[in-house]
């Protein structure tokens, strides 16, 4: 049980970094995209 605990620690971590990285590059993609589209009305 102790060596699973640093394993779901490091997997955690890994979990949250790579999620915020995609959630950035995708907030970035949309506005890029938006910024390309003219938006009328």
Known sequence: MNQNIP???ASGIFRVIFGG???FILASAMIWIF???PVTG
Do not use: F, G, K, R
Request: glycine share 0%; hydrophobic share 55%.
């Open 35 to 37: 910024d390309l589209i």
């Open 21 to 23: 990285c995609i959630l």
């Open 7 to 9: 394993e779901q620690m």
